[in-house]
């Protein structure tokens, strides 16, 4: 069982940074791969970033490669996500998941954050 908590959300304007923080309980964390997603009410979840208990395992979505970047410190059972050159397009509910095993883009993360708002101005 692991249970995750997100902050750092907030209003920023476009062209902005933020960076996301996912604390995780439990002391098999390293085990498990993390992922950020997103959701804008009315739409699916979708994918933004993974990094899996490996480091050869990182992947982004199309939409924020460049411009975000997920880390994890697995001593502070935690996960990042920094966002650089924030768009209004970005804005959405950013939920962190995490999995037992590798890392996936799919929405298949046995475990999940409440949220947090991301909202960015033009």
């Known amino acids: 069982q692991i249970q995750l908590v997100e902050s750092g959300g907030g209003l920023v304007q476009a062209g902005g940074s933020l960076r996301l923080s996912c604390a995780a309980s439990?002391?098999?964390?390293?085990?498990?791969?993390m992922a950020w997603f997103r959701q804008v009410p009315g739409k699916e979840r979708e994918f933004v970033a993974a990094?899996?208990?490996?480091?050869?395992?990182?992947y982004y979505a199309d939409s924020v490669k460049g411009r975000f970047t997920i880390s994890r410190d697995n001593a502070k059972n935690s996960v990042y996500l920094q966002m650089n050159s924030l768009k209004p397009e970005d804005t959405a509910i950013y939920y962190c998941?995490?999995?037992?095993?590798?890392?996936?883009?799919?929405?298949?993360?046995?475990?999940w954050g409440q949220g947090t708002q991301v909202t960015v101005s033009s």
């Open positions: 439990g002391r098999t964390f390293s085990s498990y791969s």
């Open positions: 998941a995490a999995k037992y095993g590798s890392a996936t883009m799919l929405v298949a993360y046995d475990y």
């Open positions: 990094r899996g208990w490996s480091a050869s395992q990182i």
